[in-house]
């Protein structure tokens, strides 16, 4: 055995052990009254509300980040070398910023006297602050900004692997920038499209933090659906069965996925083997 197949199930153990112990605790935790706490949670409409809720933002913000990487991962890749570095440069920088920052830059923002409504104000364009902190547009906002650096760099190892020569052969037999576009490019980087909106959506699901800060009172979704049965109403049992429903879905939505593109893809195993 080599030194880097020893690290790997080294790391792979440590795994197993933080996050496999942790899981199997909570799925014998909410299964001590039998199913008693996935038939409340099934049962309950502030569980419903907050699964509508967690799919409808999901499936927005993931629609968003593909519409958001995608234009800026094509520049990444067929930009000039400065705005290349600029681009990158920027995407590193969100990564390193801590998400709390961020999300709590985005409050700063969008408050009555925030950012962007003192601008409105002055430029005339309202009489009076919109209403933007604390609604699902400030849940969305800020979920597109920590997780569209994730989409943006599958699709850019995507579309930098098919090289310059596939767009200058079309070119070459007529075809113009935008037919190239969406007859060699738009095609050949789907499954990378897919596998970033995946990766995005799985995330998505199980998100607390953001939509804590971000969302209004009425705005419930599944982690803190959670965290009221826990910390308010006092049922572990409950809380631990909707864990268990929503880590359950989103390997659903992962093996679904998979079938078509293909799990290694989706986690960057694949793309990490061909470079290696």
């Not at 607390?208 to 800060?213: A, E, H, K, V």
Request: with cysteine.
């Amino acid at each position: 055995m080599d030194f880097a197949a020893a690290v790997g199930l080294v790391g792979m153990a440590f795994l197993l052990l933080a996050f496999g112990s942790a899981i199997v605790a909570i799925v014998v935790f909410s299964a001590e009254d039998g199913f008693a706490g996935y038939l409340t949670a099934i049962e309950s409409p502030l569980f419903r509300r907050a699964v509508r809720n967690t799919v409808e933002m999901a499936v927005v913000v993931t629609v968003a980040c593909l519409v958001v990487s995608y234009p800026y991962a094509y520049c990444m890749v067929y930009s000039s070398r400065a705005v290349r570095i600029a681009l990158i440069a920027a995407l590193l920088i969100s990564f390193w910023t801590s998400l709390l920052v961020r999300t709590y830059s985005w409050q700063i923002i969008l408050n009555d006297t925030g950012l962007l409504n003192q601008l409105l104000l002055s430029l005339g364009v309202v009489d009076e602050p919109l209403r933007l902190a604390r609604t699902k547009f400030a849940v969305y906002v800020g979920m597109v900004h920590i997780l569209a650096p994730l989409s943006t760099l599958a699709l850019y190892a995507n579309i930098r692997s098919l090289g310059p020569g596939l767009l200058l052969a079309a070119r070459g037999m007529g075809a113009s920038p935008a037919r190239a576009f969406l007859h060699v490019t738009l095609p050949l980087t789907a499954p990378g499209a897919f596998a970033g909106a995946t990766l995005v959506l799985i995330l998505a699901l199980g998100f607390y933090i953001t939509p804590q800060i971000l969302g209004g009172t009425g705005d419930l979704y599944v982690g803190n659906a959670i965290v009221i049965q826990l910390e308010e109403l006092y049922r572990p049992e409950v809380a631990s069965a909707m864990s268990v429903l929503l880590l359950v879905s989103v390997l659903v939505v992962l093996l679904a996925a998979g079938r078509f593109v293909g799990v290694g893809r989706i986690l960057g195993i694949d793309r990490a083997r061909e470079r290696g």
